[in-house]
Every structure is written in structure tokens, then in C-alpha cells.
């Protein structure tokens, strides 16, 4: 049974750096053919795909982050991590990481944290 | 960008039937998987590609997508059933990834 769970502040700054870890436990990092995923929702709303990455270091991000996003993945610790910079309010939600598995071409999210909150205060 | 629109809500009376649709543009062309998420809680795959149900998903959970529509189907819905409900697709003909609809918020009356 895979496990991820996230790890971070709870609160950032405005104009200040978001950074959060997730780590898998229950399966390996490298393995072929998953996407280890951020999801945000802001307070009340729905789900947002933010990017992933690949075991190899290959990134997607969604486009109206880029810029400010970047990701990590660590093989030897078996976790990988989100940095977002110049944060403001709009970057408040609870932030999931997640294991995209695709076996059709078209992958779903076949395992997510529990979610960690962050607020951007003023 | 790919646009997945789904009904803001569905009420349904416990031991009838709740069907949640997910709407776009050939849809039907893609697969389709959904989530269940109730409230303070992380999401759950409840279907993936279409009508594949993941191990400890009651097969009173059924999904079907054709057209411009995709469909999941709860029978004999119970009060746990009560949640929102999450469509999503891979879309890779834009830089958005994964689609995730608008959600639909069943409620068990």
C-alpha cells in the first residue's frame, strides 16, 4: 500500500517562498510509469492539477504557474518536493501530493496525502 | 483549455439511485476517471478508465462515458455516499494535464 504524506509550513509569508515535501512510502520513487503530483484546492473550490514529475527529473507544470514553480525529485530518500515563489493570497489552499499511474496512456491519481493547508498571510 | 462541467448538485433519497454526468467536448474519445471527496478528507479514486472500479470500491459504483458525456452511477446510494464528486481526464493536447471537472456535490436527502 503506497503512502505519501506532505510535510511543511502551514503559513508563508506573502511575496515569500511556499516549500513542501512529500514522501512515498510503500513503493519506490523510480519505478516506471507514475507522475508524483502536486494538487492544490483553494478554501471551498475544487481540485487544480499544478504539475508533477517524473523519476528522471521531467517536469509539467500548469502554465499560469510557471515561472514561479519548481520541483524536485529525491531517489535515495524516496520523496519529491514543491517550491513556489512570490506567493500572495491566491496561493492559499491545501496542497495534496499525489501518485499519477498511467498504464493507457491517460493517467488518473491512484493514491493522494492526506492534504496540508497553507495560508499566505499578509 | 479542456473544459469538464458537471451540476453543482444531485439530491437523492437513500436506497435510490444517484447519476452524476461530467460533460465535454468528445469526451467520449478519452478516458474518464472520478473521485470521491467528503468533507476534510483527501480525495479517493472511485473510477478510473471509464468503468474500472479499484479494489474495495462497491459495485454499487458504476461509470460509462460515450458522446459528449461520461456518467457515474450510484446504486442503492447510502448515507456514507455523501460527498462531492470529482470527474477528471488526461488531456495532453494542452499544457493542462490533468482536467478535473467542477465537482458535484451529492447529497443523500
Known amino acids: 500500500q503506497v503512502q505519501l504524506q506532505e510535510s511543511g509550513p502551514g503559513v508563508v509569508k506573502s511575496s515569500q517562498t511556499l516549500s513542501l515535501s512529500c514522501s512515498v512510502s510503500?513503493?519506490?520513487?523510480?519505478?516506471?510509469?507514475?507522475?508524483w503530483t502536486w494538487i492544490r484546492q483553494h478554501p471551498g473550490k475544487g481540485l487544480e492539477w499544478i504539475g508533477h514529475?517524473?523519476?528522471?527529473?521531467?517536469?509539467r507544470y500548469i502554465p499560469s504557474l510557471r515561472g514561479r514553480i519548481a520541483m524536485s525529485v529525491d531517489t535515495s530518500e524516496n520523496h519529491f518536493s514543491l517550491r513556489l515563489t512570490s506567493v500572495t493570497a491566491a496561493d492559499t489552499a491545501v496542497y495534496y501530493c499525489?501518485?499519477?499511474?498511467?498504464?493507457?496512456?491517460?493517467?488518473?491519481?491512484?493514491?493522494w496525502g492526506q492534504g496540508t493547508l497553507v495560508t499566505v498571510s499578509s | 483549455s479542456y473544459v469538464l462541467s458537471q451540476a453543482p448538485s444531485v439530491s437523492v433519497a437513500p436506497g435510490q439511485t444517484a447519476t452524476m454526468t461530467c460533460d465535454g467536448d468528445?469526451?467520449?474519445?478519452?478516458?474518464v476517471h472520478w473521485y470521491q471527496q467528503k468533507p476534510g478528507q483527501a480525495p479517493v479514486l472511485v473510477m478510473y478508465y471509464d468503468s474500472d472500479r479499484p479494489s474495495g470500491i462497491p459495485e454499487r459504483f458504476s461509470g460509462s462515458n460515450s458522446g459528449t458525456t461520461a456518467t457515474l452511477t450510484i446504486s442503492r446510494v447510502e448515507a456514507g455516499d455523501e460527498a462531492d464528486y470529482y470527474c477528471q481526464i488526461w488531456d495532453s493536447g494542452t499544457d493542462y494535464f490533468y482536467v478535473f471537472g467542477t465537482g458535484t456535490r451529492l447529497i443523500v436527502l
Open positions: 468528445n469526451i467520449g474519445r478519452k478516458f
Open positions: 499525489a501518485r499519477g499511474t498511467d498504464f493507457r496512456g491517460q493517467p488518473y491519481i491512484d493514491y
Open positions: 514529475i517524473y523519476h528522471t527529473g521531467n517536469t
Open positions: 510503500g513503493g519506490s520513487i523510480s519505478s516506471d510509469g507514475y507522475y
